[in-house]
């Protein structure tokens, strides 16, 4: 499985790329669906009370033809990605259990 991390800031984003990449393959290491490759966005957002939250899309492309995208908003980087990571897993899990009952 193959991690591209793309991220607002150059200077922490080798750092943040480590976090995600173990981040997500601790998350979604018992996925039962072949995952080809996942591309992470980080965007940058003002948050309430002038704080700024990050975006985090992922978009995760499977062996298969089929790929699921989705987002989550969180003031720190890697609880974005950590909670985006969380979604996709569900969605993943949901289209695994479809898959089984055709």
């Keep these: 499985m193959k ?4 991220h607002p800031d150059g200077d922490s ?3 943040l790329a480590m976090h995600a990449e173990k ?11 072949s995952i080809d490759r996942i591309e992470v966005k980080l965007k940058q957002s003002a948050g309430a009370e002038g704080r700024i ?6 978009s995760a492309k499977l062996l298969s ?12 980087k890697i609880l974005a990605v950590y909670r985006a990571a969380h979604k996709l897993k ?5 289209q695994c259990k479809s898959a089984r009952k055709m």
Excluded: H, M, P
């Design 65 to 76: 033809d089929y790929s699921v995208q989705t987002d989550a908003s969180e003031c720190e």
């Design 3 to 6: 991690i591209l991390v793309r």
């Design 90 to 94: 569900f969605l993943l899990e949901k």
């Design 13 to 15: 984003g080798d750092r």
């Design 23 to 33: 981040l997500l393959l601790r998350i979604l290491d018992n996925s039962c669906l």
């Design 53 to 58: 939250d990050y975006r985090c899309t992922l």
